[in-house]
């Protein structure tokens, strides 16, 4: 646009900064790298160029006297502006005809012009019969596009109409593109990485506007629930809870977009009545008390505002009736129900759920916060679960367990299509469920029940494969020691017992016998009676060594389970072990080893043939 005319707008720019801005674009030049060099310098000679630090301000400043017109001095909103979209608001179809002859002079004289095939109006009439008048507007005698009941213009991605029809057709997009991804020929790690990162919070939007209700997003979840399990190569059995619960507590994180929906409407209308804008939360104020008035048909104390908006249905909302206009607080309101969420808007406004209460200082958070407790009660159920859930418990109690689900981090293919449906105890053995019927025993040894406990730690048959699994961690732990650490021992005698500890290590006045062991994830129970059972059994040699050697000495039982869970006792020795950087990929490394030789365990079991590890 002609800056000349900017100039002219802006009464309140100083002739310095005029002057400052002038000589910033006067004489500009761009250059482009490309690969045989650099281009010869561009002139800038068209005014602004959008991407310039400077545009958004000077835009704003230049259309701002063309927006304060068009509000005049009403107290209500006459237009909502936000770049150049704007949207004009009037009580009368004339008002409105002489709002856009007003707009269309404002922004002519910035060089601006109004397009009439991208411009739409609605006219809304409360006299009966309700709803849409078909009054014809015009810009500069080209007719503006009337909206009729059902129908929807876009305005900043939200759809403005009356009795909208949902856009299924957008609805259809979304999940193509949900199934794209989850089908593409990414990495497993990869493709469930892309629908986190990418595909749900492109969603939220959508979500906080309310254009699809929650039945539509659960149908877009059902539909990708069963693409999300055969990337994580799950039966379909295998319990929702690993894909929705918390990452925190060993399951996958992703998001339920029929659940995402209802918490964003909650977050939406919190944030309007928080909103640091007071106009904006008076007016949300004021908005939601009237929406009550209308349901309850009286005047509604502070207190009943909060009852309408989490989902009371008692007291004076057992006889009242829905006005039947969706609104921001009515989907809010049901959203709450579902929910659980309790709102207060006495004093500070505030929501709770689940025991955590929210307030305006916690505005940005809401959202996640909600996601977060949900997840969590679902990882909760997961572990409460007395088949699938033995070894998400003891997955669950250490990050390190879940290293490679964002990035597949020393991870082969065949360990991704092993590990999960052995977490959650779905691989296909024998005796692997108490339902199944036949034959349980052991295919190879003859054991009378062929679990997957069984195979990967019990079975004699792989008693070799055992100890390189156990060797190999072994191995990482004298390497993180070879720089602090003097080792007296590897795997000898020592003692009156003749007790063989894989490692005793010396630093300073302490010395630590080191023993590990690979147990089954069968709950961290199962964790904790092989470490006292370690204990127990090096007590002697213990104080021993420590007679001998006339400085401390303590037992420590170093415990990885067979499906890559790390025991969060470790700790006491990373702390001493090496460096921080080195103990996080250190704990990487003996999970990723023992899930990879775990699962050549259980293929050389099933096939018969032995694998060849590189």
């Known amino acids: 646009y002609r800056f000349s005319a900017y100039r002219l707008r802006s009464k309140c720019s100083s002739a310095d900064f005029l002057e400052a801005v002038r000589d910033i674009y006067d004489g500009a030049s761009s250059s482009v790298s490309v690969a045989g060099g650099v281009t010869a310098d561009i002139p800038v000679r068209s005014g602004i160029k959008q991407g310039c630090p400077l545009s958004g301000l000077l835009f704003i400043m230049a259309i701002d006297p063309v927006v304060a017109l068009l509000q005049g001095e009403s107290a209500d909103h006459k237009v909502l502006a936000f ?20 707009a269309h002079h404002g922004l002519g004289q910035l060089g601006l012009q109004l397009n009439a095939a991208k411009c739409a109006s609605l006219h809304l009439s409360g006299r009966r019969p309700v709803g849409v008048r078909d009054t014809r507007f015009t810009l500069q005698g080209s007719p503006l596009r009337p909206l009729a009941e059902g129908e929807a213009a876009t305005f900043l991605g ?55 209700p929650k039945t539509d997003w659960a149908r877009v979840d059902n539909i990708l629930r069963p693409e999300i399990k055969k990337t994580l190569y ?35 209308a919190f944030k309007l009545v928080t909103s640091p804008d007071q106009r904006v939360a008076e007016d949300a104020a004021e908005h939601v008390e009237e929406v009550t008035r209308r349901r309850i048909s009286k005047e509604p104390s502070i207190h009943e505002v909060g009852a309408y908006l989490s989902g009371e249905d008692e007291g004076v909302f057992r006889e009242a009736r829905g006005t039947g206009v ?41 959202m996640r916060t909600i996601r977060d407790t949900l997840r969590l009660k679902r990882s909760d159920a997961l572990i409460a679960k007395p088949d699938q859930g033995r070894a ?51 295919r190879r040894c003859g054991y009378i029940t062929e679990s997957l406990s ?15 699994r156990h060797n190999a961690i072994v191995a990482r732990i004298k390497k993180a020691a070879s720089t602090r650490f003097e080792v007296l021992s590897e795997n000898q005698a020592l003692g009156n017992q003749g007790l063989r500890p894989d490692l005793v290590l010396k630093k300073g006045p302490n010395i630590y016998v080191v023993d590990v062991t690979v147990p089954f994830d069968n709950r961290m129970e199962a964790f904790k009676t092989a470490a006292a059972g370690k204990i127990e059994k090096y007590e002697q040699l213990r104080a021993d060594l420590a007679e001998q050697h006339q400085c401390d000495a303590v037992v420590v039982p170093f415990i990885v389970g067979a499906l890559g869970s790390w025991d969060p006792a470790n700790e006491k020795l990373m702390r001493v072990l090496c460096s921080r950087s080195y103990a996080a990929l250190m704990r990487r490394l003996c999970v990723s080893d023992t899930i990879s030789v775990t699962r050549d365990i259980y293929i050389e079991h099933l096939s018969g043939v032995r694998q060849v590890r590189p």
């Open 392 to 442: 998400v418990e003891c997955v669950a109690a250490h990050a390190a367990s879940t290293h490679f689900l964002r990035e597949g981090d020393f991870t082969r293919f065949a360990d991704w299509r092993f590990v999960h449906r052995a977490r959650l105890n779905l691989v296909p053995l024998n005796g692997s469920s108490s339902w199944r019927a036949g034959d349980r025993r052991c």
């Open 83 to 102: 770049a150049d979209d704007l949207c004009l608001i009037a009580d009368s179809a004339a008002e409105l005809q002489a709002s856009i002859d007003a």
């Open 158 to 212: 939200a759809q403005v109409g009356f009795n909208i029809v949902p856009p299924l057709s957008t609805l259809a997009e979304i999940t193509d593109i949900g199934l794209r991804i989850a089908r593409s020929m990414l990495a497993p790690w990869q493709r469930i990485d892309a629908l986190k990162t990418f595909f749900y919070p492109s969603t939220v939007h959508l979500q906080r506007l309310g254009v699809f």
């Open 326 to 366: 969706a609104s921001v607080w009515s989907r809010a309101r049901n959203a709450s129900k579902r929910l659980g969420v309790k709102w207060s808007l006495d004093g500070a406004p505030s929501v709770a759920h689940e025991g955590t209460v929210l307030g305006r200082k916690h505005r940005r958070s809401v």
């Open 234 to 268: 799950l039966p379909q059995e295998a319990s929702g809870e690993y894909l929705y619960g918390s990452t925190r507590r060993g399951c996958c994180g992703i998001r339920i977009l029929a659940e995402d929906s209802d918490i964003a409407a909650v977050d939406s």
């Open 454 to 468: 069984h195979v990967v730690d019990h079975c004699m048959r792989y008693t070799a494969l055992y100890l390189a």
